[in-house]
């Protein structure tokens, strides 16, 4: 959902400010045996989105907290508009009718109505989420939407991940890196285990309408992946409209923007997008212990391989 800059900072301030007066073991729900943020969702609305009507033309992103899903979002929404060639007039209709669903642009956020008033959003409608695929709507995989799923090696994740948990007034801070590693590797946090969360989209590795890409590829040559993304979903662009994407969505050009686009939250969502940070923040043991575990989970998959774990996550 393309949210309009004013909205979303509206929201994220507000619910910073709720936060500010929740006691930390306050600030997560559980749902379905994983936890998520109390001020952004509830038990109920996922309840309702169970019932969300998905659109053949959606367009669907998911990936796991800090794998790089919000640069994957603003290069796919920026794909999205220059292939449809949208007019002034239309392109402000698309932002007045998000403005009204009073929530952060994530499916599994905001109130139960929030699928209601969905509905009215003219399409293609660019539908993100940080959902496994056990919790996304039937309607989902039923429909001819495609969806594309974000992936970044493990150990990366989990250091933007702690430094992204200890940042964020909306979640409970931790003590120390050894305390959130355990939390990590035991699925303790908002939105569940990573290794889970893998294992399960390892499983539709091949569908047709799902497409795998990394974060990583992404980094090695953005516009080849763009190229990529560009053709799953049938979008139709030209060379230069791949160079200036690239430019206007690469890490540095959108950590500029984001006081003007994301607010407070600008600070704390665009910290370093690098690959190989893991390495200031593990230790020998804490290595070793994440290498059996993604060998015993996904050793020998093609997402390990899609991954290149050898290559990123080897001391």
């Keep these: 959902m393309k949210f309009s800059k004013g909205k979303f900072i509206e929201v994220v301030e507000k619910s910073f400010s709720e936060s500010e007066k929740m006691p930390p073991e306050s600030m997560l729900f559980s749902y379905r045996g994983i936890l998520y943020p109390a001020t952004l969702s509830s038990p109920e ?22 794998t790089g899903t919000n640069w994957l979002d603003q290069m796919v929404m920026e794909l999205e508009s220059a292939d449809a060639k ?26 139960p109505g929030t699928y209601e008033r969905m509905k009215k959003l003219p399409s293609r409608r660019i539908i993100q989420t940080h959902l496994a695929p056990h919790l996304l709507p039937p309607s989902i995989f039923q429909s001819k939407a495609k969806i594309l799923v974000l992936i970044r090696n493990p150990k990366d994740t989990a250091v933007s991940y702690y430094h992204f948990y200890n940042n964020m007034p909306l979640l409970p801070s931790f003590s120390s890196w050894d305390e959130y590693f355990a939390a990590f590797m035991n699925g303790k946090l908002a939105w569940g285990s990573y290794f889970d969360h893998l294992v399960e989209w390892n499983k539709y590795i091949d569908h047709e309408r799902i497409m795998l890409i990394s974060y990583e590829e992404l980094k090695e040559d953005q516009i080849l992946g763009m190229k990529k993304i560009a053709a799953f979903f049938g979008f139709s662009l030209n060379e230069e409209d791949f160079h200036r994407i690239a430019k206007k969505t690469s890490f540095q050009a959108m950590k500029e923007k984001s006081k003007e686009t994301h607010g407070k939250f600008g600070d704390i969502l665009f910290r370093k997008g690098v690959v190989g940070n893991w390495r200031d923040l593990f230790s020998k043991a804490q290595n070793e212990e994440m290498d059996r575990k993604f060998e015993e989970c996904l050793g020998g998959t093609k997402l390990a391989a899609k991954v290149k774990y050898d290559v990123y996550c080897k001391a």
């Excluded at 609305?45 to 800090?66: H, M, N, Q």
């Design 86 to 111: 949208r007019t002034e007039e239309e392109e402000k209709e698309r932002i007045n009718a998000e403005k009204k669903l009073e929530s952060f642009p994530r499916l599994e956020f905001g109130d």
């Design 45 to 66: 609305t996922l309840e309702a989105l169970k019932s969300f009507e998905t659109r053949s033309d959606d367009v669907i992103l998911t990936g796991y907290p800090k």
